[in-house]
């Protein structure tokens, strides 16, 4: 270790956004372990609610992530009057995703129709996706200040905020699937209900924090309303725009792969979602070191320290790699006792152990992949990686997962174990190809500082 300081900082970073993540995602598995005591019904809806869910909101919110880099390297360089309007401008433009977002929820007939569902199914689906629908501007609005203090190096009062709205999961799950407190039960749908109520409450938790801190308004995000500038907002959407690309391509391989398999019946559709949730965990870790990577490249890139900046990126990709191979290790050997958690259905518990113990291999080229995309948006580098994951994740993964899982092509169909051996050799051309990529763009912004004389 060549740079102690720079080591210290990654974790530093790290470990909150990692309590993040696995806070926003500790929501889902307890959805999925709630969902799952009610009936195969009520799970499946869950799971392909939470899939159309997904595909919409993180395509069109993942757009707001060009506000972490872009504030990342004003921050570096010590730019700081100048935060606090690209936090603003970045305001109008969450206002229009969350529109957008909340109309497609409504009219979500097309991946509806897909999935031929059963009608009690289909039901509770439509009633996941009204109630999450009317989350989305918070959710919105507390992405927006996740990508402000994670810019600036301070993700631990996002983590707070993150603790107590998972601190109200369970209980309010309780009072809206089952009906307590004098209201009716909703099963499955509850789950949404709940996650609205959860984000409009630590949205106004941390704008209310915000407002108060004089840290925070230094950067002069409180100085003056602006009305949209499209310089500012074109500068953010041409940054976002792949960013969003880019998960459009990776939620929806997600989401077709998810609703294909629900053709196989409900138990096989519950038995993915298993898998695909104890995969989303551990997605969390590598994503985590990816993003507390793509800040210190920003903030180094910004203070014009190209070196450190590439240091940062393979020190990121190291420790990735390294915690990648023991969580597979531990999905693989735990693939029983994993499951158990989920669902005391024993014809379910053999459907999904063995999908989890493909997780195991699908974890390791995801962690390659997660923390290499975020470090080129670090670099501001968004538009290769979107390309190359529409070639790897529809090309191979989606379009072979559909060969292997539901046609004969290639021998006896193999059903969503199928979906999930291609989906990993989709990973895996993806993970490299975005390293090698980001392997030349630093030696290139290296380049002239060991030019020079």
Not at 60 to 65: D, E, K, N, R, Y
Not at 191 to 198: L, T, W
Not at 348 to 354: G, K, T
Not at 440 to 445: C, L
Request: charged share 10%; proline share 5%; net charge positive.
């Amino acid at each position: 270790m060549d740079n102690p300081p720079l080591i210290r900082r990654l974790f530093h970073l790290a470990w909150p956004v990692l309590i993040v993540q696995l806070t926003v995602m500790a929501n889902g598995f307890i959805d999925t372990l709630m969902a799952g005591r009610l009936s195969a019904e009520d799970l499946a809806a869950v799971g392909i609610g939470a899939s159309i869910y997904v595909t919409v909101y993180i395509t069109l919110m993942s757009v707001l992530l060009s506000l972490m880099p872009t504030v990342a390297h004003l921050h570096g360089a010590a730019r700081y009057a100048e935060i606090g309007e690209e936090v603003r401008q970045a305001g109008w433009l969450a206002l229009l995703l969350a529109i957008t977002a909340i109309a497609l929820l409504k009219n979500p007939d097309p991946l509806i129709a897909l999935a031929r569902l059963t009608p009690g199914v289909e039901t509770r689906v439509r009633g996941y996706l009204d109630a999450a629908a009317f989350g989305v501007p918070a959710a919105m609005a507390f992405r927006l200040f996740y990508g402000f203090m994670a810019g600036i190096g301070r993700p631990r009062v996002v983590m707070s905020i993150n603790l107590v709205g998972l601190a109200l999961k369970v209980p309010l799950n309780l009072v809206f699937m089952h009906g307590y407190l004098g209201l009716p039960a909703m099963g499955g749908p509850g789950c949404a209900v709940a996650s609205a109520a959860i984000a409009w409450t630590t949205a106004l938790i941390a704008w209310s924090w915000c407002a108060r801190q004089k840290d925070c308004t230094d950067y002069g995000l409180f100085a003056r309303n602006s009305l949209p500038q499209p310089a500012r907002i074109g500068a953010l959407l041409k940054l976002g725009l792949p960013i969003g690309g880019t998960y459009l391509v990776d939620v929806t391989a997600f989401t077709f792969m998810a609703l294909f398999i629900a053709r196989l019946g409900p138990v096989m559709s519950a038995a993915h979602q298993i898998a695909a949730n104890l995969a989303v965990v551990c997605y969390m870790v590598p994503l985590a070191l990816g993003s507390a990577t793509a800040v210190l490249c920003g903030q180094k890139l910004g203070a014009g320290d190209a070196a450190q900046a590439r240091h940062a990126g393979l020190l990121g990709l190291g420790v990735g790699m390294a915690v990648g191979c023991a969580i597979a290790l531990g999905l693989f050997l735990g693939a029983d006792r994993l499951v158990a958690l989920y669902t005391t259905d024993a014809i379910l518990r053999a459907a999904a152990a063995p999908l989890v113990a493909i997780v195991a291999a699908y974890h390791l080229v995801d962690s390659l992949q997660a923390v290499a995309v975020n470090v080129l948006r670090g670099y501001k580098k968004t538009t290769v990686p979107m390309i190359v994951y529409a070639m790897a994740l529809w090309g191979i993964g989606l379009g072979g997962g559909y060969v292997l899982a539901l046609t004969d092509l290639f021998g006896p169909a193999r059903g969503a174990a199928g979906f999930w051996w291609a989906a990993t050799a989709s990973l895996a051309v993806a993970g490299v190809a975005v390293t090698a990529y980001f392997l030349k763009v630093s030696q290139t912004r290296l380049a002239p500082q060991t030019t020079k004389p």
